[in-house]
Structures are given as structure tokens and as C-alpha cells.
């Protein structure tokens, strides 16, 4: 079946600092989701790309689709303590409902 | 309600019972997922509901697991005769449309022993 691998693992970070992750797939996909999950929640959808190449932009977020279809990554820019958690990357094909998700990068925040 | 409800938020249960999960979707959400989450991994699909219907099982992993969502709102996780492998948590989603992200519930984490 498809795989996502998320990389890094997990990330120790400064407060303040930018943070860069990513995310590769086997196959292709025609949607790419970026989710965060506190400690005891279910995951929140952060940003939703359509299109191959797509840029999108949340906040501090930001987030591209890849060219190829079978990648993503996910920026942060000037981190804060609230930042902390464990990021997914999940990928869709059209209109079929499920998500196959990677198994996370968690990040750590420094004050 | 607001958001994605699940009940009961814990449960444990003994090796060989049956257990129930029920899953309350955000209001007018057509599409409802069933999802298991093992410790440091990400959501494992288990299955998909479209309005009433199943629309895709295929990540349930065999007979004892099924799940039923009647009127097309609230939907429940049945497994039967428990495997101590069976433990971690159950995220239930719902969704306007099938395409595009999520709302989470906050799980129910199941313990059986």
C-alpha cells in the first residue's frame, strides 16, 4: 500500500527559530493535508493543498504541494512555545474519502 | 454540537468482550471516517462512511471489527472478542465532503487487558 515518510522524526528547536519538515510518498496523491496533534486531542488541519506546485500560507504556516505529486513540506517561521506538537502530513487521491498519513514529526520549542 | 464527539473518552476492557464506540460528527457532515491511532504512529484508516452507507472498508482489519452509521449521523465501532493488540485509540472524523481535510474527535483510547 502507499507509504508517507515523514522526516525529521522530531526536532528540538529555539523559540524564534524557523522549522522546516517534510514529507515523501511512494506513489502520487491529488490532495496533500499538514495536521497537528496536542498531547490527548485528535488532529487539526492546519492547511489543505490542491495542485501540484500549490503555495499556501496560514499564519506562520506555509506549506507546498509538490511538482512531482509525491511530496510536501511544511514550514514554521519564528516558532513559539505553543508550536509543540507532533505534525502529520497525510495524502488523499481524489474524492476517496481516506488519508494515508505519515507518522509524524515532533517538534520541541525552547523558550 | 460544535464539534466531533466521541464516547466514552476511555475504555477498558477484558480480553475476549465486546466493546462499542460511538462517534457524534459535526452536524450536516455527510462523511464520517473511522481512524486507530497506536502510540507514535499517525491515524490508521479503518473506515468510511457516505451518508448511510459504507463507502469504503477496506482498512478494517478483519471480522471482528464493524461499524454502522444508521441515520447517516452518529456511527458505532463495534469490536468483537477483544485482542489485547486491539488497544489504542479510535479517532472518529467527519467532513462536508469526502475531499480535503478533517475534523478530529478526541478519541476514545481503548485498553484491553
Known amino acids: 500500500g502507499q507509504q508517507l515518510n515523514q522526516s525529521p522524526q522530531s526536532m528540538f528547536i529555539q523559540e524564534g527559530e524557523d522549522v522546516s519538515m517534510n514529507c515523501t510518498s511512494s506513489?502520487?496523491?491529488?490532495?496533500w493535508l499538514w495536521y497537528k496533534q496536542d498531547p490527548g486531542e485528535g488532529p487539526v488541519l492546519l492547511i489543505a493543498?490542491?495542485?501540484?506546485?500549490e503555495l499556501t500560507s496560514n499564519g506562520r504556516l506555509t506549506a507546498q504541494f509538490g511538482i512531482t505529486r509525491k511530496d510536501s513540506f511544511l514550514n514554521i517561521s519564528a516558532s513559539i512555545p505553543s508550536d509543540v506538537g507532533i505534525y502529520f502530513c497525510?495524502?488523499?487521491?481524489?474524492?476517496?474519502?481516506?488519508?494515508?498519513f505519515g507518522d509524524g514529526t515532533t517538534l520541541t520549542v525552547k523558550p | 454540537g460544535a464539534g466531533v464527539s466521541q464516547t466514552p473518552s476511555n475504555k477498558v476492557t477484558e480480553k475476549g468482550k465486546y466493546v462499542e464506540l460511538r462517534c457524534d460528527p459535526i452536524?450536516?457532515?455527510?462523511?464520517l471516517y473511522w481512524y486507530r491511532q497506536s502510540l507514535g504512529q499517525g491515524p490508521e484508516f479503518l473506515i468510511y462512511?457516505?451518508?448511510?452507507?459504507?463507502?469504503?472498508d477496506s482498512g478494517l482489519p478483519n471480522d471482528r471489527f464493524f461499524a454502522v452509521r444508521p441515520e447517516g449521523s452518529v456511527s458505532t465501532l463495534k469490536i468483537q472478542r477483544t485482542e489485547r493488540g486491539d488497544s489504542a485509540v479510535y479517532l472518529c472524523?467527519?467532513?462536508?465532503?469526502?475531499?480535503?481535510?478533517?475534523?478530529f474527535g478526541s478519541g476514545t483510547r481503548l485498553t484491553v487487558v
Open positions: 472524523a467527519s467532513s462536508l465532503t469526502p475531499q480535503g481535510g478533517y475534523t
Open positions: 506513489s502520487i496523491f491529488n490532495t
Open positions: 493543498l490542491y495542485k501540484a506546485g
Open positions: 497525510a495524502g488523499q487521491l481524489t474524492n476517496a474519502g481516506k488519508s494515508t
Open positions: 452536524s450536516g457532515h455527510t462523511a
Open positions: 462512511f457516505q451518508g448511510t452507507g459504507a463507502a469504503d
